[in-house]
């Protein structure tokens, strides 16, 4: 007798990362004649079942891609294949991004080996430090922590975070039920490691020796009782033993970063009694027209202080690439808001974090 067919068997990880796709703004195609393309007007193409290695997953390349949708920027929904050429090597330092990025965001669902990506650039993820982070002179962790920062906003926002959830959920389940034959592959579900989250409910941060919350630059002692207190955890009370956690940075330098004087902060105000009024009178701009008598501020030099000098982004040694030393050239004779910023202060975090410098 037949039988009439109602429905169809969709794998469950490509239900939810589909899912993920639309409600972001894009369409999937499959295809022979791509491995992994956008076209600027909301198709996503990827290749088809027969052009995928035995370790490629539909739900790991539309990751992949939505990590590059987050390190280029909304706008790059707009562009083919997010605004990179992919013909050189010019934009190899995005993909580094985008990696240091996936392997983060990855991480914090214990998915990192489940989601590890496929083509050449495996051996750059597999030589990822415990921390991918950690160099914030480097433009490529600059560009992956703005991306980590976009997770949270429109169109990626609730979708993606939702779909990985869903996605460690389902890999979760299926470890435990994972066993490969005698001489199979085993299945990237049998490496799935959840960490638990750390006691302030940040994700745990890498298990590297001695970082602990009583080594963190957003450590501080204050409020009632004069506790020790976290500036990440919105000033919640912490332990100096803890373990880190995914947002622990060492002791801050003012020359790496330069985030106050850059574009974090629009306007410098300087007093009329401010000593820089008379000794040094270029960098400063009379703003009494448009806000009242005796308003001074630091001349602007495009989005950035004009005192401020450095920040150019050179070739480091060993390859990659790195930024040049901040340095103001009117330290000396710098307006009283600039000397009343205090360093590791909320008002420090947030210039950080409005620069890329600070998850």
Not at 279 to 297: F, I, K, N, S, T
């Amino acid at each position: 007798m037949s039988r009439q067919v109602t429905h169809r068997y969709i794998d469950p990880l490509a239900e939810v990362w589909l899912g993920a796709a639309r409600a972001v703004g894009l369409r999937v195609e499959r295809r022979a004649d791509a491995y992994a393309s956008t076209d600027g007007r909301g198709t996503l193409v990827i290749g088809d079942a027969a052009t995928l290695d035995a370790d490629d997953s539909l739900a790991q390349m539309i990751f992949h891609e939505l990590c590059h949708s987050l390190v280029q920027g909304e706008a790059s929904f707009d562009q083919p294949d997010w605004g990179l050429d992919n013909v050189g090597d010019d934009d190899f330092w995005r993909e580094h991004a985008t990696l240091r990025l996936q392997w983060v965001l990855a991480g914090r669902y214990g998915l990192r080996g489940f989601f590890a990506p496929t083509t050449d650039f495996r051996a750059f993820w597999d030589a990822l430090p415990a921390d991918p982070l950690a160099d914030r002179g480097d433009p490529a962790v600059v560009a992956a922590i703005a991306g980590l920062r976009r997770v949270s906003a429109p169109p990626w926002a609730p979708a993606l975070e939702d779909a990985l959830a869903a996605t460690a959920s389902i890999v979760a389940t299926a470890s435990r039920w994972s066993a490969a034959a005698p001489g199979e592959l085993p299945s990237l579900a049998a490496g799935y490691a959840l960490a638990p989250p750390h006691p302030t409910g940040l994700p745990a941060g890498p298990a590297v020796a001695g970082r602990t919350c009583g080594g963190c630059a957003w450590r501080f002692v204050g409020g009632a009782g004069a506790k020790v207190r976290c500036r990440q955890a919105g000033d919640a009370v912490v332990a100096d033993a803890w373990p880190a956690c995914e947002r622990w940075e060492a002791a801050l330098d003012c020359q790496a970063c330069g985030a106050c004087c850059r574009e974090a902060y629009h306007a410098v105000a300087v007093a009329p009694r401010d000593p820089v009024r008379k000794r040094r009178p270029d960098y400063v701009v009379d703003r009494g027209e448009d806000l009242g008598a005796g308003r001074y501020e630091l001349r602007r030099a495009g989005e950035r202080c004009a005192a401020l000098d450095g920040g150019a982004v050179v070739a480091a040694p060993g390859g990659g690439r790195t930024t040049t030393r901040y340095l103001c050239v009117i330290y000396d004779d710098r307006p009283r808001t600039c000397r009343d910023f205090t360093l590791g202060s909320a008002n420090c975090l947030t210039a950080r974090r409005r620069v890329g410098l600070s998850l």
